[in-house]
T-cell receptor, first 112, second 112 residues
Framework: NAGVTQTPKFRVLKTGQSMTLLCAQD?????MYWYRQDPGMGLRLIHY???????AKGEVPDGYNVSRLKKQNFLLGLESAAPSQTSVYFC???????????FGPGTRLTVL | DQQVKQNSPSLSVQEGRISILNCDYT??????FLWYKKYPAEGPTFLIS?????DKNEDGRFTVFLNKSAKHLSLHIVPSQPGDSAVYFC???????????FGGGTRLMVKP
């Protein structure tokens, strides 16, 4: 069991470039989440999904899009990266909204 | 407006002593609280949780206390070990909600 995996681990973008972060889980979880972690701010929810084909906005969704075409994958897209999106991004999954969330190792993104 | 606050950014404790990490919340709709632990360059891992119908939950060296009237919870680690050195996040979940709201985290350092 790999749990939750994220690719890539690191990425440097220039302002205006686009990219997609991939999250995969092999636990057959219905719920998947994308967070960003900034110093002193804890983890803030960007978007989440309660099942294949569904997505919903979290606390800080602006500038990001997501897709959940397959149950095991949750993609986070940045269409036009901005320096304010420099952060560490974590994906997580859970069986239900009230159950423990399992986190991936994170992606460190720098936007110049 | 931060709904979950961890007012101590860091805490230093001697090995074998008790560590007490505090968390305050403002949203009275939270009915479930979780603590996560995070090592550098890794994703957070679930530690312990408590339902709002309880005032205490214990798991080995870890105990979480909830004071609903004060909107305050605390995590006690007894005895503290060097391996407990990490960042600890508390999080609240609203009744029938899908989103965890995290505090900013407290860095615990346990000195040998």
């Amino acid at each position: 069991n790999a749990g939750v995996t994220q690719t890539p681990k690191f990425r440097v973008l220039k302002t205006g470039q686009s990219m997609t972060l991939l999250c995969a889980q092999d636990m057959n979880h219905e719920y998947m989440y994308w967070y960003r972690q900034d110093p002193g701010m804890g983890l803030r929810l960007i978007h989440y999904s309660v099942g294949e084909g569904t997505t919903a906005k979290g606390e800080v969704p602006d500038g990001y899009n997501v897709s959940r075409l397959k149950k095991q994958n949750f993609l986070l897209g940045l269409e036009s990266a901005a320096p304010s999106q420099t952060s560490v991004y974590f994906c997580a999954s859970s069986i239900t909204s009230a159950s423990e969330q399992f986190f991936g190792p994170g992606t460190r993104l720098t936007v110049l | 407006d931060q709904q979950v606050k961890q007012n101590s950014p860091s805490l230093s404790v001697q090995e074998g002593r008790i560590s007490i990490l505090n968390c305050d919340y403002t949203n009275s709709m939270f009915d479930y609280f979780l603590w996560y632990k995070k090592y550098p360059a890794e994703g957070p891992t679930f530690l312990i949780s408590i339902s709002s119908i309880k005032d205490k939950n214990e798991d080995g060296r870890f105990t979480v206390f909830l004071n609903k009237s004060a909107k305050h919870l605390s995590l006690h680690i007894v005895p503290s070990q060097p391996g407990d050195s990490a960042v600890y996040f508390c999080a609240g979940l609203r009744n029938a909600g899908n989103m965890l709201t995290f505090g900013g985290g407290t860095r615990l350092m346990v000195k040998p």
